[in-house]
């Protein structure tokens, strides 16, 4: 046992997954729910992984002493704000958001000093959301990056040692990581890839010369791959390209420069430069299989959606 109570503030995909997880290992005793959506609530209520589902967030959280907030990177700070007043002196306040610089300032700016603020991001998902889609399994083997502030608290670094504890317990590799550093990093792997199957599958059903039909009957591996990332949640990637606009426009300018130059290589037929760029992403795609982070491997004996290798936010 970790934590005697834990809290968790928004429950579909991902805070689902951490409650069955932590459950699961048997690292957390009471768990609180505070979730807005009523379907969602009872959805959770009949899973039975909760002691208390409350539409209250200041209810869910008194006495917690670990609060994971799991709701859309927006939503955070309004959320942090409701609960703020009632949570327990030296609680961890915790959230698994896919932004963390904007994150962690609205909850810092929200939360009393009395509590250890420690931002979190499991790069674990899929493009489903909802408590049903949770699993225990999500987390295994799945990379955790903590962003904690610099604080001279020795309670502080306690605090961190015990999330960092949590995650390891729920399957999870740890790293700790800058904000800042954070957030250029993912708008690489993770938003810029969902923006560009936003943006194909939008150009495809806008093209006039090819028919909606026709995209759907002939859609090919490649397509077909993009459409699945393209059917990630609306509120969840609206809110993380607002919140991390300034890492996703830095990045989205370096693409759109080498999209011109594969574009040039294209035009005047350079086979050589193309045949080099393309074995070079092989050889990336063959190391992400190698350290275990393709979830379309056969790891961990999961066989739900999840596992389907779609881009993690
Ligand atoms: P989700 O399945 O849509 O769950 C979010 C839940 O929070 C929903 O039930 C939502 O209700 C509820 N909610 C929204 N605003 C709320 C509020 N102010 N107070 C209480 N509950 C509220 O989303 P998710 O996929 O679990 O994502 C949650 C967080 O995890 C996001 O910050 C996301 O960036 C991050 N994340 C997601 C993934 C992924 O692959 N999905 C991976 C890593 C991190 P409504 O449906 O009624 O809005």
């Not at 399994?137 to 903590?146: H, M, Y």
Request: proline share 5%; net charge negative.
């Amino acid at each position: 046992m970790i934590y005697p109570k834990m809290a968790v503030i928004g429950c579909g995909l991902i805070g689902s997954s951490v409650i069955r997880a932590a459950r699961a290992a048997g690292v957390v005793g009471s768990v609180a729910v505070g979730e807005a959506s009523p379907a969602h609530r009872a959805q959770i209520t009949a899973l039975g992984y909760a002691d208390l589902v409350t539409d209250d967030m200041a209810e869910a959280v008194a006495d917690a002493d670990l609060v994971v907030f799991a709701v859309p990177v927006l939503a955070m700070g309004p959320a942090a704000v409701t609960s703020a007043a009632a949570l327990k002196p030296g609680a961890t306040v915790t959230d698994v958001g896919s932004v963390k610089v904007s994150v962690g300032d609205a909850l810092r700016a929200a939360v009393p000093a009395s509590v250890y603020v420690i931002p979190g991001h499991p790069i674990a998902g899929s493009e489903q959301s909802g408590p049903a889609a949770g699993f225990a399994e999500l987390f295994q083997g799945r990379w955790v990056i903590l962003t904690p502030q610099a604080d001279d608290r020795p309670e502080y670094a306690d605090a961190t040692r015990q999330l960092s504890d949590f995650w390891t317990a729920l399957g999870a590799q740890v790293d700790t990581m800058d904000a800042a550093h954070h957030d250029l990093v993912l708008a690489v792997t993770s938003h810029l890839p969902h923006l560009i199957a936003y943006n194909i599958v939008g150009t495809a059903a806008d093209m006039e010369e090819v028919t909606r039909a026709e995209v759907m009957k002939y859609s090919a591996g490649g397509f077909r791959d993009f459409t699945r990332i393209a059917a990630s949640d609306p509120t969840m990637w609206r809110d993380i390209f607002l919140a991390n606009k300034d890492a996703v426009l830095e990045v989205l300018g370096r693409f759109t420069e080498d999209l011109q130059a594969l574009s040039r290589s294209i035009r005047w037929g350079e086979g050589d430069k193309l045949f080099e760029l393309f074995s070079r992403t092989r050889d990336i795609r063959q190391g992400i299989v190698a350290a275990g982070q393709d979830s379309a491997e056969p790891n961990f004996g999961r066989d739900r959606p999840a596992s389907d290798g779609a881009p993690k936010p």
